[in-house]
């Protein structure tokens, strides 16, 4: 199965926003709203940050909001904060009872 | 409070075997499908394995499809892995993680408990 597509890298400011993307195909992303991202701090396990596309669990800052157009998803972090620079990663059911994760975006708080 | 607590990883050499545990506590166990998630040092998420709540259905990636088998003991509020024919590629830790809703079809789940994960090293 063919993983996700995502930038190796996205960064902004204290206090703006940052968008990540995760292009998939028909398949995947685009024609399934199974999509998750999770968010992962080094050396640590990773945390579920939206779930279908757009809900996002309890305890998640409002400030983490998706939603996807097309074949592409995207996580966009609203008022960056210090405790945002991690790893994320978008994930999607593929429809052959198979799950895909994309590569990874590395979010930097410049 | 839900807690996951994965065992087993270690040193194996290629060709070799190993199983993973995953003790699961302070949610009704039986009522959830559990998922592992494997990631290699200094590599991204890949996901591995899928079983329902009843262990009725499983699914697994292709690069681990014939080697490895998934399996729980819901007397045990326990999840498995079990590992044969081991790879250097198959290094990595591994998660077990758990779904976000008793009513999710086991590969469109979200996973919302994971544990700290173990590690598991092929080399010889």
């Known amino acids: 199965q063919s993983a996700l597509t995502q930038p190796p890298s996205a960064s902004g400011s204290p206090g703006q926003s940052v968008t990540i993307s995760c292009t998939g195909t028909s398949s995947d992303a685009g024609g399934y709203n199974y999509v998750s991202w999770y968010q992962q701090h080094p050396g640590k396990a990773p945390k579920l940050m939206i779930y279908e596309v757009t809900k996002r669990p309890s305890g998640v800052p409002d400030r983490f909001s998706g939603s996807k157009s097309g074949n592409t998803a995207s996580l966009t972090v609203s008022g960056l904060q210090a405790e945002d620079e991690a790893d994320y990663y978008c994930?999607?059911?593929?429809?052959?009872?198979?799950?895909?994760f994309g590569g990874g975006t590395k979010v930097t708080v410049l | 409070e839900v807690q996951l607590v994965e065992s087993g990883g270690g040193l194996v050499q290629p060709g070799g075997s190993l199983r993973l545990s995953c003790a699961a506590s302070g949610f009704t166990f039986s009522s959830y499908a559990m998922t592992w998630v494997r990631q290699a040092p200094g590599k991204g998420l890949e996901w591995v394995s899928v079983i329902t709540g009843s262990a009725g259905n499983t699914h697994y990636a292709d690069s681990v499809k014939g080697r490895f088998t998934i399996s729980r003991d819901n007397s045990k509020n326990t999840l498995y892995l079990q590992m044969n024919s081991l790879r250097a590629e198959d290094t990595a830790v591994y998660y077990c993680?758990?779904?976000?809703?008793?009513?999710?079809?086991?590969?469109?789940?979200?996973?919302?408990?994971w544990g700290q994960g173990t590690l598991v090293t092929v080399s010889s």
């Open positions: 993680a758990k779904a976000g809703m008793t009513y999710c079809y086991s590969t469109r789940c979200p996973f919302d408990y």
């Open positions: 994930s999607s059911d593929v429809g052959r009872n198979s799950v895909v």
